[in-house]
């Protein structure tokens, strides 16, 4: 079963959160709707900026762990190399 790392946002150079799922459409519609309880609901995380598609949840697992010790700065660095904008890439995973 393959993974997702991803990283949502309250808005552009806004508080982040770093996460993993399986489900990538599932997890953030959660996310978009207030469904997940505590530091996503709490902060208003709900755009989707950034994702990795793994082949095995277990290197999407040990990718999420890697970035969320990272410096902001690099987390932001990465965002805006796929992610120029900070749109929303929810429709775009949909679309997929």
Same mark, same amino acid.
């Given at each position: 079963?393959?993974?997702?790392v991803?990283?949502?946002?309250?808005?552009?150079?806004?508080?982040?959160? *770093?996460?993993?799922?399986?489900?990538i459409? %599932?997890?953030?519609?959660?996310?978009?709707?207030?469904? *997940?309880?505590?530091?996503?609901?709490?902060?208003?995380?709900? $755009? $989707?900026?950034?994702? /990795?598609?793994?082949?095995?949840?277990?290197?999407?697992? &040990? %990718?999420?762990?890697? *970035?969320?010790? !990272? &410096?902001? /700065? !690099?987390? $932001?660095?990465?965002i /805006?190399?796929?992610?120029?904008? !900070?749109?929303? $890439?929810? /429709?775009?995973?949909?679309? &997929?």
């Amino acid at each position: 079963m393959g993974g997702y790392v991803y990283i949502m946002a309250s808005k552009k150079n806004g508080t982040l959160y *770093v996460g993993v799922t399986n489900n990538i459409i %599932r997890r953030s519609t959660e996310h978009r709707e207030g469904k *997940v309880a505590g530091f996503t609901k709490k902060h208003r995380v709900k $755009l $989707l900026v950034y994702y /990795e598609c793994y082949d095995r949840i277990e290197d999407a697992i &040990q %990718r999420e762990k890697c *970035v969320k010790e !990272w &410096q902001r /700065e !690099w987390k $932001l660095k990465l965002i /805006e190399g796929m992610n120029p904008e !900070w749109r929303d $890439l929810y /429709e775009d995973v949909v679309k &997929q």
